[in-house]
């Protein structure tokens, strides 16, 4: 944990300028290969290979979301987006360091003015930038195994905190192992909780480092290691981080006056507080006592994307649910667990407390008093992360309890206490990793493809709800998500904003103000319009298109948008054509083939599935088919999409011939899932969508969203033709369905 500590320190030093934020990845490569040299000359042993095996067993056990769904991704996608603000800031610290000059008005610079430019502390995403230089693969697909792999470095400073009540190495591993994962910390870490899973391992390690660095034959570099850890956590957390390092301290300096006395404990608290200062510095000329995004710090309605606020009992590391903000699915088997792991960390800490092992009660003690303060005056927001934070403690205290009754002879009392905390333990994570929300990589990895093609192609508009493309993949283009933090104004034709979270069809934005982009990227979908005719397809892939608009937006033509939320194309009012024609010389219309649209209002499915909203919309309760029917017009080619997410398999078929079948494909509201591409004859035909319900993979359980309607397309926006019509044969596009039409002005 030391060398963590150590980038984040100097880290935060070179990431102040962009004339040095560069250097940062070389010079943690010095310094590794420095620390290397030194371990081989004074001859260090390796760690114990059952501190190394609990260590494993965690990243394992935070890795298993990932690796079981076969695609590199990461967690908590639409559940909460500040994984893209991460990526963001991670970009901008190993690339330009806090320096913001020169960022063209985007959501990406409004992400990082916002955060970076009032201070946001950036110490824990500065080691996994340096990974990614490293291995020249893009922070999205690295966040998640930084996280787990910082876990695995909890239980390596839990391991060390063990030995002071636990005797056997086993024993202490299996402590490690399971106190290491508590069911809060790891809902958060399948949030993207990258700053509570740092703070806690780094808290684990502040109190060893203390206990040793008060030590009768302690030595200098113990407290050097101590200050290092301690600015690193204040790196993490900001200057407001050092709440959960006053216990740790303060105990620390009792015990060295009354241990090695009053002017040798001062002394060492001075020197300690100096070179934290110190070394703090970089983050102290950056921002503030908290970080931005922490206000309003003490509001009771603040809670987030929080359903409320959590129950108290969340502490103690037991909570079988697969989603954190809502109750146990078995209150009173959680309950039962819950008060065993109580009980059992009461043996604990009296354990250590007969032993001397004055570390472990100061680790269990001062994180519950911090959490308590920060639950007495802050918000449920700020409340849920220290309650993520401190979680650890109680599994660690019980198990540690567990350990000390099986060695005074009560192998069975002490097995049955330490098997309940486990189970416990890993019954809420089994949950957890069930109903987990894994990004789409096929998705995300368009978008990284995207990037360099359209670097400095800005400004660009990214038309459905991106955050990742929009704070992170796309950033060299400059670009605007319509829904997300802007710079410019993108109303819709109705003069209203899109609201956060939802997506925008090129033809519901006013005209003018969409022409002010240069580049679009659009989510492919049968319900997407054809951009105005400015625009030209530039690249297409399974699930995005980009199109670009040569040279300058040119005169404000009048335009007369059609279509609907399911079908781009409607037949246009002869009244409305005949008017726009008066506005120009000729009209160009875009014609297109429309979909069938197959809603699923009067469809066949389980009766214990719901409806939602006035169509209709069934919500899927488990496993179940829906079977639908439609006409076809004509002999062709269609594309079949669901309209919604999927999360365990879903397979589609038409007349009982399988189209395709998808597994974890989630969506923001209105986007579409693509199943695949049939040939179909003119007549009826059933549909049939077959739903699975909760297995072994990860992310294949938890609540579901509303499906339908399916559609079969013949087209999309880059096959819609543009004809050019001669305003006096104006009437000749009356009667007929077209994407938009335009009065193309004279000249």
């Not at 991670?90 to 330009?96: A, G, S």
């Not at 990974?131 to 693969?137: D, P, R």
Request: include cysteine; glycine fraction near 10%; aromatic fraction near 6%.
């Amino acid at each position: 944990m030391i060398g963590l500590a150590a980038i984040v320190v100097v880290g935060q030093f070179l990431t102040l300028a962009d004339a040095t934020a560069e250097l940062t990845t070389p010079a943690v490569v010095a310094l590794a290969l420095a620390g290397a040299v030194a371990w081989v000359r004074r001859r260090c042993n390796l760690p114990s290979r059952w501190a190394i095996a609990g260590a494993v067993g965690v990243f394992a056990v935070y890795a298993a979301p990932i690796v079981l769904s076969g695609e590199a991704t990461f967690a908590g996608f639409i559940k909460l987006d500040d994984s893209s603000s991460w990526m963001a800031f991670t970009d901008q610290l190993l690339e330009h360091g806090r320096d913001l000059d020169g960022l063209a008005p985007s959501t990406y610079e409004a992400t990082l003015t916002l955060n970076l430019g009032e201070g946001y502390p950036g110490g824990v995403f500065l080691p996994l930038g340096v990974g990614a230089a490293l291995l020249s693969e893009d922070v999205a697909w690295l966040v998640q195994p930084y996280m787990a792999f910082t876990a695995a470095l909890l239980a390596l400073g839990l391991w060390e905190l063990a030995g002071g009540v636990v005797a056997g190495p086993r024993a202490r591993a299996i402590v490690a192992f399971v106190a290491a994962q508590p069911a809060l910390l790891y809902g958060y870490y399948l949030w993207g909780g990258i700053k509570e899973v740092a703070a806690i391992a780094l808290l684990a390690a502040a109190v060893t480092l203390a206990a040793r660095a008060v030590g009768a034959g302690s030595r200098a570099s113990a407290l050097v290691s101590l200050s290092l850890v301690c600015a690193a956590t204040l790196g993490v957390l900001g200057p407001g981080g050092a709440i959960w390092l006053v216990p740790v301290l303060v105990v620390a300096v009792i015990v060295a006056w009354r241990t090695l006395g009053p002017t040798v404990a001062m002394g060492r608290a001075a020197a300690l507080t100096a070179l934290t200062v110190l070394l703090s510095l970089p983050l102290l000329w950056a921002g503030g006592l908290v970080p931005p995004t922490s206000l309003p710090l003490t509001d009771p309605g603040a809670i987030g994307n929080l359903a409320g606020a959590l129950d108290p009992l969340q502490l103690i590391g037991i909570w079988p649910s697969g989603d954190f903000r809502f109750a146990s699915v078995a209150p009173l088997a959680s309950g039962a667990l819950i008060a065993a792991a109580l009980v059992a960390a009461a043996v604990g800490l009296v354990a250590a407390w007969r032993r001397r092992a004055w570390a472990t009660p100061c680790f269990v003690g001062g994180a519950l008093a911090t959490a308590a303060v920060i639950a007495a005056a802050g918000s449920p927001w700020v409340e849920a992360k220290a309650f993520a934070t401190a979680s650890v403690v109680v599994p660690f205290a019980a198990l540690v309890g567990a350990c000390a009754v099986w060695s005074r002879g009560r192998r069975a009392i002490g097995l049955g206490l330490g098997g309940l905390v486990a189970a416990g333990v890993v019954w809420s994570n089994a949950l957890a990793y069930r109903d987990v929300n894994l990004g789409p990589r096929d998705q995300l990895a368009e978008l990284e493809q995207i990037a360099p093609a359209i670097a400095g192609e800005g400004p660009t508009l990214i038309t459905e709800y991106s955050p990742y493309g929009a704070r992170h993949f796309l950033r060299d283009a400059d670009p605007e998500g319509v829904s997300e933090l802007r710079r410019r104004r993108i109303p819709l034709e109705n003069g209203l904003s899109v609201p956060k979270g939802q997506s925008a069809d090129t033809d519901t934005l006013a005209y003018d103000d969409l022409l002010v982009y240069r580049t679009l990227v659009l989510r492919r979908s049968p319900a997407q319009s054809r951009p105005p005719s400015r625009y030209r397809l530039a690249w297409s892939g399974e699930s995005h298109q980009v199109w670009q608009r040569s040279g300058e937006p040119g005169a404000e033509r009048e335009r007369l948008a059609l279509g609907s939320a399911l079908d781009p194309t409607a037949v246009p009012r002869c009244g409305e054509v005949l008017a726009l024609a008066q506005t120009g010389d000729r009209l160009l219309a875009a014609r297109r083939r429309p979909p069938i649209v197959v809603g699923l209002a009067d469809a066949s499915y389980p009766a214990s599935w719901r409806r939602v909203g006035a169509p209709g919309a069934p919500v899927p309760a488990g496993a179940g088919t829906v079977t639908a029917s439609t006409r076809i017009p004509a002999h062709d080619d269609y594309e079949v999409w669901l309209r919604g997410s999927v999360k365990p398999e879903a397979t589609l078929r038409i007349d009982g011939r399988e189209v395709g079948r998808v597994r974890h494909q989630l969506n923001h509201q209105g986007q579409y899932v693509r199943f695949g591409t049939v040939v179909l004859e003119p007549g009826a035909h059933e549909v049939e969508l077959a739903l699975g319900g909760a297995d072994l993979h990860p992310g294949s359980g938890g609540a579901r969203s509303p499906i339908g309607p399916i559609t079969l397309s013949r087209s999309d926006a880059e096959d819609a033709e543009i004809r050019s019509i001669p305003t006096s044969a104006a009437d000749t596009l009356c009667g007929h369905a077209w994407d938009w039409i335009e009065a193309e002005p004279a000249g």
